[in-house]
Structure formats: C-alpha cells, structure tokens
C-alpha cells in the first residue's frame, strides 16, 4: 500500500468475549473471537474509515496470529509492519461483560508476548515517520523493548502528528508510578493525547489534562464516558456532549473514539469537530459485543 496516511502501533491479539452476559469467566460457556488491542481496533476503524492506514505490531507464529493477519488485510489494513514471531504466542484477553459499567479483562500477556518485544531496529522508522497521522499507546511502555521501540516512533515523528493513547491498563503494569514516569518522557513528542478521566488521573495525578499541556502536547482531550468529552488547547477548552446508548460492551468504544478522532483530523476538521465524529463512534461501538468487527464506516456516523 503507498501513500501511507496513518501508522497505528500497539498491542494486538485475539479477544474472546463472552458469549452469557452478567456472567463470571468462570462460568461462561462459549465465546465469541474477535481480533482485538488497541492497534488492532484503531488501525481497522481507520481503514473502514476510509484512510490507508498500516500496523506496526507483532502477533505468534500460531492459528491466532495467521487470524489477526487475515482479519486485518481483508479490512484493508496494511500489514507490512505486523511482525511474526518464531516463539511466543499471540495475545488473548478474555473478557467478562455486566453492562453498561463493568467489563473485566483477563489479559494473557505475562510476563510477555509479540508486540511487547518489539525492537528499535526493527522498525522503518523513515517510512513510519513520513506517514501524517501515527498513534502510539500507553500499554506499549509497559515493557521493554517496546518501550524503547514506542519512544523511538514518536521521536522519529516530532515534526509530524503523533497520537498519544493513553490506555492505562494497571494489571500490566507492576508500579502505577512507572506507568505515569513513562508517559511524561513520551509527551514532548506527542502532538496530541486522548484518555478517559481514569487514564489522566493515572498519568498525572491532580494536575490533570492542562499538566500535560505543559509537558509538550498541543491537544489533550479528555473523556467522560456517556457525559461525552472535552479538548483542552491553547489556554481554551470545547466541552462536547455525551450521546446515550444502550451498552453492551464498553471496552472498544476509546478505541473507536481514538480511529474517528484521527479520521476527521486528516480532512482538515479542528479537535473540537473531530470530537463530535470521535463521540459518534464511540456510542456505535459501546452498543455492540465486538470491538474490531463493530467500528463504524462513515455512513454509520453521518446523521447520528
């Protein structure tokens, strides 16, 4: 694929949800795969978005990882970067689902897996750094080397829009403090961070979304969950309103957000529009069980 318009580079794998609702992972009984993490739902929310978008990720030599490739590709999502490897396998996440609130994650990922060891040397970093879009995520400096891989992207990247997610998932992390060190040396690179209330409070504690503007973003953009979101920039704020829906699974509704946010930045839309498109998503996903197969395309959110 040529003319790269967006990089996404996270954690992938293969998520297996429930297929009883208000029902402990012990006891469920049957489940339904997805491919899923954080690249994986962005990348192909962009690409049924209709911008051409490449992974940089890794999944296992095994039946889950020849999955997510296949899954990908038929989306339209270039896969040149989605590294094999000869050892580990890919990952899982099992996930438990009392809506509208409570979604608990069971991650097979530890002590490590695929895209955790990612390497600098590894990466195109030319070609990933010409792209106008790139997003990297909090989870991919839970562990090195992909740590020195993320921070690598977004350093190549400083004079181009990088996209900050940041994902905070404590289970992956030993030391809440490490995660909130991690991602200040990171934001001096990154144009733009989206998180939920939870993921800023984790990253910056009291200070909240204008710290960290002063720690190198342009653009923070705080979410609220169904009370919607506001952007942060310039000394102003825009707050957004929420959209109500019936919930289902909560989990991919950020990762919605994070692909339509993207996706109306690159035709020229300010943060406060994109926002609105990024809020739309979010409600269509947080309706449905799957994460990757419920990303809207844009006649999805047009009128809604």
């Known amino acids: 694929m040529s003319d790269l318009q967006a990089v996404v580079m996270g954690r992938v794998g293969v998520d297996l ?8 992972l012990e006891e469920v009984d049957t489940f339904h795969k997805f491919v899923g993490g954080f ?3 962005v990348s192909t929310g962009l690409a049924r978005l209709g911008v051409r978008t490449a992974i940089v990720s890794a999944v296992g030599d095994d039946g889950h990882g020849r999955y997510v490739r296949s899954f990908l ?40 897996c695929p895209d955790w060891e990612l390497r600098p040397d590894q990466l195109d970093l030319a070609a ?19 740590r020195a891989a993320t921070l690598a992207v977004a350093r190549a990247r400083r004079q181009a829009d990088t996209v900050l997610d940041l994902d905070w998932r404590p289970m992956l992390w030993r030391d809440p403090a490490d995660y909130a ?40 953009v705080q979410k609220h969950g169904p009370d919607g979101a506001t952007v942060f920039r310039d000394g102003t704020q825009s707050d957004v309103a929420g ?48 994460c990757s197969i419920a990303m809207p395309r844009a006649e999805d959110l047009d009128g809604n």
């Open 17 to 24: 949800y429930p297929g009883q609702l208000e029902t402990p």
């Open 243 to 290: 959209r109500r829906v019936q919930v289902v699974n909560g989990l991919g509704a950020g990762d919605a957000f994070a692909a339509a946010f993207g996706w109306k930045l690159l035709q020229g839309a300010d943060a406060a529009d994109a926002a609105e498109a990024a809020n739309r998503a979010g409600a269509h996903v947080a309706g449905r069980l799957g």
């Open 181 to 220: 060190a991690s991602v200040r040396e990171l934001l001096p690179y990154c144009r733009i961070v989206l998180g939920s209330d939870e993921e800023v409070d984790a990253a910056v504690g009291g200070g909240g979304p204008r710290t960290l503007l002063e720690l190198g973003p342009g653009v923070v």
């Open 128 to 146: 990933i750094g010409r792209a106008p879009l790139a997003y990297v995520s909090g989870t991919g400096l839970a562990r090195e080397p992909s």
């Open 39 to 41: 690249a994986g739902n």
């Open 73 to 112: 590709e038929r989306e339209g999502v270039d896969c040149r970067w989605l590294a094999v490897d000869p050892e580990l396998r890919t990952a899982l996440a099992f996930c438990e689902a009392w809506p509208p609130d409570r979604f608990p994650i069971t991650f097979y990922r530890t002590p490590t």
